[in-house]
């Protein structure tokens, strides 16, 4: 049996109901990975994260890496289910709301747009800080100095998105080259001096490789969480990518990064006593350049992790401007967001206004003290919206899938086993973060007020605009693919990896 596609009108791929649509087949399968890559942000995250992670569980942080792998990579065959099915730039806001409910999807969506665009303030900070450290102490010191050079660097980050998906390739491209071998050759270098002088992480280092930790292993894994998230941002972009090829893309992505975080944590964690490296840990791949090569290296870090996160800041602006653009183009957005650049056919209204919006938020997190605490409250909740629109995806692949996933033991695996592990995982994410006070008062009241708010949006938005997504039957697509399938075998496209 051939493949079955079940598309309205207004959700087909590049094509919104204005006539406008994005850039059809402008990626690759690489370029589509390095925008993966660049939105979960390696260098970046290690930098925030090794001590972190360390804290938590001690020597023992590759297992913690190899656990949450699992779910992760149940999750991202299930995205590459879903984009097999419809490739979308809303992604989950779209499954979701087409296979279980409306409203649920628009929860979906306004979630991701919290996480990329709120989100983006814990970005644009560093930025201001890594780039004056290296003219001025006291400049990078002075939160005015720091909001400038931030809001300015989002702006140049904000032209490239805007300017096209091949430009915003090609800047990611550069970047990733350039830091993930620098990572790579560092992390070489650090398991060479281990292994030659003997330093003092090293016994604790190879004896903990595969051994679990006595505490601290969950926590490890919430911060593992952290470093796989933002791989996702292939999906965002399946509508610009050739083929089909945005869902492989992001299981090439989850593997990619289990590699990259695996290796360079396990090198890095043993160069220098546990101590030394948890006092560090503002600047600590810094440090990690300055202990193996030098202060030369050392500033040589600094720009790779300052690199890193101008790319993770240029895909969130991708990610958050084609999420709205989708929601537009349903019209549950004001029209106004589904506007696509005749000439570099991107969306235009979308991509700027939410990449401004980061800006705004920035000044009001440097302004506004108020502002400011609201923002790193919001901000330390990030992780467990990830957990949550995760969860809904893969459980999402199993419903539009349930008729097909047992006919078949590579469908029951790759349909059912894997995307629900994932969803089972996630859920206990959520569920364990809440009942043993992982979350404070302050941050549920922040971080699911926003998220309770999408909802309430939700319900405003079909009594205003009567959106066709809500109302029309051809939007709900579970019935019409179990008769698709009902008598004949599964479609091979979105089955396999």
């Known amino acids: 049996m051939s493949d079955v596609t079940i598309r309205p009108p207004s959700a087909q791929p590049g094509q919104g109901?204005?006539?406008?649509?994005?850039?059809?087949?402008?990626?690759?399968?690489?370029?589509?990975?390095?925008?993966?890559l660049a939105s979960s942000g390696p260098t970046q995250s290690i930098a925030v994260g090794i001590v972190g992670l360390m804290l938590a569980v001690y020597y023992h942080t590759f297992m913690a890496i190899l656990i949450c792998f699992v779910p992760m990579i149940g999750i991202a065959i299930g995205y590459q289910r879903l984009n097999a099915w419809q490739p979308s730039a809303g992604a989950t806001y779209s499954w979701v709301g087409r296979s279980?409910?409306?409203?649920?999807?628009?929860?979906?969506?306004?979630?991701?747009?919290?996480?990329?665009?709120?989100?983006?303030?814990?970005?644009?900070?560093?930025?201001?800080t890594y780039f004056l450290s290296f003219f001025?102490?006291?400049?990078?010191?002075?939160?005015?100095?720091?909001?400038?050079?931030?809001?300015?660097?989002?702006?140049?980050?904000?032209?490239?998105?805007?300017?096209?998906?091949?430009?915003?390739?090609?800047?990611?491209?550069?970047?990733a080259v350039f830091e993930y071998a620098l990572m790579i050759g560092f992390a070489i270098a650090a398991l060479v001096m281990i292994y030659i002088t003997g330093l003092s992480g090293s016994v604790h280092t190879f004896s903990s490789l595969f051994t679990l930790p006595r505490t601290g292993l969950i926590s490890g894994i919430l911060i593992a969480i952290f470093l796989y998230s933002g791989w996702d941002t292939a999906a965002y972009v399946g509508?610009?990518?050739?083929?089909?090829?945005?869902?492989?893309?992001?299981?090439?992505?989850?593997?990619?990064?289990?590699?990259?975080?695996?290796?360079?944590?396990?090198?890095?964690?043993?160069?220098?006593?546990?101590?030394?490296?948890?006092?560090?840990?503002?600047?600590?791949?810094?440090?990690?350049?300055?202990?193996?090569?030098?202060?030369?290296?050392k500033n040589v870090m600094i720009v790779a992790v300052l690199g890193g996160t101008l790319a993770s800041l240029q895909a969130a602006i991708v990610s958050s401007g084609r999420i709205s653009f989708a929601m537009g183009r349903d019209r549950v957005f004001p029209k106004f967001f589904d506007n696509v650049h005749p000439r570099y056919l991107t969306p235009w209204n979308a991509t700027?206004?939410?990449?401004?919006?980061?800006?705004?938020?920035?000044?009001?997190?440097?302004?506004?003290?108020?502002?400011?605490?609201?923002?790193?409250?919001?901000?330390?909740?990030?992780?467990?919206?990830?957990?949550?629109?995760?969860?809904?995806?893969?459980?999402?692949?199993?419903?539009?899938?349930r008729k097909v996933i047992t006919k078949g033991a590579g469908n029951l695996v790759l349909g059912g086993i894997l995307p629900g592990f994932g969803a089972a995982f996630m859920a206990f994410v959520?569920?364990?973060?809440?009942?043993?006070?992982?979350?404070?008062?302050?941050?549920?009241?922040?971080?699911?007020?926003?998220?309770?708010?999408?909802?309430?949006?939700?319900?405003?938005?079909?009594?205003?605009?009567?959106a066709q997504f809500y109302s029309d039957p051809s939007t709900?697509?579970?019935?019409?693919?179990?008769?698709?399938?009902?008598?004949?075998?599964?479609?091979?496209?979105?089955?396999?990896?």
């Open 476 to 497: 709900s697509f579970g019935d019409k693919v179990d008769q698709a399938f009902d008598g004949g075998e599964p479609p091979s496209e979105g089955f396999g990896l």
């Open 17 to 36: 109901p204005g006539g406008g649509g994005l850039k059809a087949n402008a990626l690759r399968i690489g370029d589509v990975v390095i925008m993966a």
């Open 239 to 297: 509508e610009e990518a050739k083929g089909k090829q945005a869902g492989r893309a992001a299981i090439l992505s989850v593997v990619i990064l289990f590699f990259i975080y695996s290796f360079v944590i396990f090198a890095f964690q043993g160069i220098a006593p546990f101590g030394t490296m948890a006092a560090n840990q503002a600047n600590i791949l810094a440090f990690v350049g300055d202990k193996i090569g030098g202060g030369f290296w």
């Open 136 to 175: 001025s102490n006291s400049a990078a010191n002075d939160k005015y100095w720091v909001a400038l050079v931030g809001s300015i660097f989002n702006i140049l980050v904000l032209i490239v998105a805007a300017l096209g998906i091949k430009l915003s390739a090609r800047f990611n491209w550069v970047w």
């Open 100 to 128: 279980l409910n409306p409203h649920a999807g628009f929860f979906a969506g306004w979630i991701m747009l919290m996480y990329y665009t709120i989100g983006t303030t814990s970005l644009t900070v560093p930025l201001g």
């Open 430 to 466: 959520i569920i364990y973060s809440l009942v043993t006070g992982q979350l404070t008062t302050t941050n549920i009241v922040f971080g699911f007020g926003l998220a309770i708010l999408g909802l309430v949006l939700s319900f405003v938005s079909k009594g205003i605009g009567h």
């Open 352 to 401: 700027i206004l939410l990449g401004l919006l980061n800006v705004v938020f920035l000044w009001g997190a440097t302004l506004f003290s108020s502002i400011g605490s609201a923002l790193d409250n919001i901000v330390s909740t990030l992780g467990l919206m990830a957990a949550i629109f995760y969860f809904l995806t893969a459980f999402t692949a199993i419903w539009y899938y």
